[in-house]
């Protein structure tokens, strides 16, 4: 242990806890730049108009006649504030004024680039539990690249009207139209010609609508890959789209004006797969601003965690109002093989859709084939303007990046094998390629040197089983947070590699100018596809209980989440990768403990952080003062389910956490069945060759529902044993017990027991070092 060091501790409050540069978008006038003026909460008074204050702030600025060619955007409809063309010294006077709570630049955003709701339990059909009808009344906000509305994930037969609780509308531009399904659009992107709509010209945001509430659709694939159903969480949901991306990003001041719609449209849930790259104090990031003034109207909003890892203090999304998702890989994987002249084959991965026929072509290493004018060091990665086309042409290219077949193929190869040091998702490229892990490639660089005609073959992707799923993939942006770090930030994880969800037919898979390939479906990997999965969990826990608010969902889903292995070794494996855990839509409907935290406590959470009484009664837009008391308040005492906590590793340390905790238990046909039942072990013996925890899980869940039938809750059973041998415990009647004895598979049904210690303990003269054991009672 290293003398001085700082440790993070870390803390899953389950149950309870004591322990001792992105640019800016410019404008074309000289010295001014788009910024956002945020002026916190609408103020309640009638006689207030947004746009004519917004003006009349500006003119006081500015001092132009034609101020109305400064004005960008008005916030007008759910929080207070505008987007203006400015110069330094304007947002200077603007950021001096009292009301103003921030004026900070609109950046430009990332957007965090079917098998997975099976792999999470939440299955297709009859052998899922839903609320039909409330599902069918909820709206779930897609802030993305927008959607594209004729995909079969999108048609609405069977759908009804509009819930009667939609106040928005379908302003989608041209060539759109809404239906029953998609009851809502707008378009907030720079106006580029022909392509004034909130159509999506790039894919993204149709596949995260689809993966979030797309319609069931049998036999999809990539190319004869992942075919199955694909569709949706809560695939009776509506969905309104908000465009704020295209080809040239995603603006802060468009995404503002997206949540100040859908807010006041009457949205359920948001999903927001977008991050900056540089992480700005709350009062200056947009998603925070505008996921903190839908908390206050019941509206949770999900966010990608950002695709800058395995690196530390890398996640993006840090506001405990907003619910951020790491990557996790589900457990099918797609691969690439790579067969060498001497026969050999080695593992890739890929999404490969094209064939050689198995027909080996030269090898050549791109440090080989370097023009003079550039470096070994750049030609090994393949860099544009490095490699001699000569040398190139025909052949199939070794480089040491991932960016580097782009000119491969630029200057004919016909095919590359990339080094690839974290082989735990596949990329899609627009040519045969294969990426192989540190081992496989010196494989490959040693068969080269072994003999003077080396060649290869890559051979088409095929699917296989991916044994050690759950677990974060290598991208997924890590904690702990730089704004906040007693705010264990991601909050969960959820499947976000090699994601098969509809697509645009506008856009290539891979967006390259040699890729001609259009398709309806397409596989997609980031914390982007991993987003939409928790938004749609998020709305099917809402549909069973319409009545919770943001925090009691979220906490629902945290703490109800399966515990995760490490993802590799060292600090960045463990929870600061994954947060609570790996989602588990099922369990998360009845939690049974909730930690709520409501808009007063985020408040006092903020006064903690030094925000001044001024800028909190501005943001909340009440008397919300910031007391000498509040201003005392700790970010670690937020009533939160995960915690960590800074402390040093060289001695002893104290920590204290108070929180308070909501117990639920949901009297319903079903769940009334827990009284008259006892705890019961059921023994299965050894383990199933295939272990992973979902898979055993739901095959309890099928033997219990075989002999309970349609009463059969997921919250009769108490405790899974998939590590090491095979068993549950649940809440059963003697009946039950029977039934199960019964079964060739079940070895022993017996009674949870209650016992004691052998502790020595003399009672009343008498030694009592029996070990003792009672059933234990039911609740």
């Not at 600090?571 to 369990?587: M, N, Q």
């Amino acid at each position: 242990m290293v003398k001085g060091a700082t440790f993070y501790c870390l803390f899953s409050c389950l149950l309870v806890l004591f322990l001792s540069s992105v640019s800016s978008v410019k404008d074309d006038d000289a010295g001014q730049q788009v910024y956002i003026v945020y002026l916190g909460a609408l103020p309640s008074r009638e006689d207030y108009t947004p746009m004519s204050d917004h003006m009349s702030i500006l003119q006081e600025i500015i001092g132009e006649s034609s101020i109305e060619n400064r004005l960008v955007r008005s916030y007008k409809r759910s929080f207070n504030g505008f987007a203006a063309r400015l110069t330094e010294s304007d947002r200077k006077r603007l950021a001096g004024m009292e009301r103003v709570v921030s004026v900070f630049p609109s950046r430009k955003m990332k957007l965090q680039t079917t098998t997975s709701w099976n792999f999470m339990g939440l299955k297709e059909g009859s052998r899922t539990k839903r609320n039909p009808s409330i599902e069918s009344d909820t709206v779930i906000g897609v802030i993305d690249s927008g959607i594209w509305p004729e995909s079969d994930s999108f048609t609405d037969q069977g759908f009804g009207p509009s819930p009667k609780k939609w106040k928005g509308t379908c302003a989608g531009g041209k060539n759109f139209t809404c239906n029953n399904k998609i009851i809502g659009a707008r378009d907030y992107t720079a106006k580029s010609k022909g392509k004034e709509s909130a159509r999506d010209y790039a894919g993204h945001g149709t596949h995260t609508a689809s993966t979030a509430a797309g319609n069931a659709v049998p036999d999809t694939n990539f190319y004869g890959l992942g075919n199955g159903t694909a569709r949706g969480g809560v695939p009776a949901a509506r969905i309104a789209v908000y465009k704020v991306c295209n080809e040239e990003g995603c603006d802060g001041e468009a995404m503002l004006s997206a949540f100040d719609d859908a807010i006041a449209d009457g949205v359920d849930v948001i999903t927001i797969s977008i991050v900056l790259d540089n992480i700005p104090p709350f009062k200056e990031d947009p998603i925070a601003i505008g996921a903190f003034h839908a908390m206050g109207k019941g509206i949770l909003t999900v966010n990608s965690a950002g695709n800058n890892g395995p690196k530390r203090s890398t996640v993006s999304s840090s506001a405990p109002w907003v619910f951020s998702v790491a990557a996790s890989v589900t457990n099918r994987a797609f691969v690439a093989n790579v067969v060498l002249g001497d026969g050999k084959i080695l593992v890739g991965r890929s999404v490969n859709t094209y064939d050689l026929n198995g027909t080996k072509y030269p090898l050549v290493y791109g440090k080989s084939a370097a023009l003079s004018t550039c470096s070994e060091d750049k030609a090994r990665l393949c860099e544009p303007k490095c490699l001699d086309g000569k040398l190139v042409k025909g052949k199939i290219v070794l480089c040491d990046s991932s960016k580097g077949p782009i000119e491969a193929q630029r200057l004919g190869a016909v095919g590359s094998i990339v080094k690839n040091p974290e082989p735990d998702h596949a990329f899609i490229r627009s040519f045969p390629v294969s990426f192989l892990s540190n081992d496989g490639y010196k494989s490959v660089v040693s068969y080269m040197k072994s003999t003077k005609d080396p060649k290869a073959t890559v051979l088409k992707s095929e699917e296989i089983s991916n044994q050690k799923a759950p677990l974060v993939a290598s991208f997924s942006s890590r904690g702990p947070s730089t704004i906040v770090s007693d705010i264990l930030k991601p909050d969960i994880a959820a499947p976000g590699v090699e994601i098969l969800a509809a697509y645009s037919p506008d856009s290539s898979p891979t967006e390259s100018e040699f890729d001609n390939r259009r398709v309806k479906f397409s596989v997609m990997s980031g914390t982007s596809m991993a987003c939409p999965h928790i938004a749609g969990v998020a709305a099917y826990v809402k549909t069973f209980n319409p009545q919770w608010s943001p925090s009691m969902i979220q906490s629902a889903i945290m703490t109800t989440a399966w515990p995760m292995n490490a993802s590799g070794p060292g600090f960045v494996s463990t929870e600061f990768a994954y947060g609570a855990g790996h989602v588990d839509p099922i369990a998360a409907i009845n939690p049974g403990l909730v930690y709520e935290s409501t808009k007063a406590d985020h408040i006092a959470f903020l006064c903690g952080l030094n925000y001044t009484s001024e800028n909190l009664r501005i943001i909340s837009g009440d008397n919300s003062t910031c007391t000498k008391a509040l201003s005392k308040t700790l970010p670690r005492n937020l009533n939160y389910p995960t915690m960590s906590a800074k402390v040093s590793g060289t001695g002893p340390f104290n920590f204290t956490m108070f929180l308070c905790l909501l117990m639920f238990l949901m009297i319903t046909s079903s769940h009334a069945n827990f009284f008259g039942r006892k705890v019961y072990i059921v023994y299965l013996g050894a383990l199933p060759s295939h272990r992973s925890y979902f898979a055993i899980r739901h095959h309890h869940f099928s033997l219990l529902r075989s002999i309970i039938g349609k009463s059969f809750t997921p919250g009769l059973i108490v405790s899974n044993y998939w590590k090491t041998f095979h068993g549950f415990a649940a809440w059963l009647t003697e009946e039950d017990c029977k039934k199960l004895s019964a079964m060739p598979e079940v070895v022993s049904v017996f009674p949870n027991l209650k016992v004691k210690l052998d502790t020595d303990v003399i009672k009343g003269g008498v030694m009592d070092s029996e070990l003792k054991a009672q059933p234990l009672a039911p609740l």
